[in-house]
């Protein structure tokens, strides 16, 4: 998977895995555990894509959790 975080304020997720199908549980925690987004997206023959705006969020430290169909990912990434 990719994360890009724009200059424009949002948070581009491409999921490339030929092993993931299906919906997946997607939520976005800063470093106080609180969820700034959550969501379920559909990753169809390995692929997906989400587009998440992040304008209205703090700059910080915030954790990507991806859950479902055995998956467990986290991935730590920074806003300024």
Do not use: C, W
């Not at 925690?29 to 987004?37: F, I, K, M, S």
């Not at 705006?53 to 730590?76: C, L, P, Q, W």
């Amino acid at each position: 998977s990719t994360i890009y975080n724009s200059t424009s304020g949002n948070l581009e997720i491409s999921i490339n895995n030929t092993s993931l199908n299906g919906k997946y549980s997607i939520s976005l925690v800063n470093a106080l555990g609180q969820v700034v987004y959550s969501g379920n997206p559909e990753i169809s023959n390995g692929e997906g894509h989400l587009n998440i705006n992040m304008a209205s969020v703090s700059d910080g430290i915030y954790f990507m959790h991806i859950n479902g169909n055995e998956v467990n990912f986290t991935r730590k990434f920074i806003k300024e």
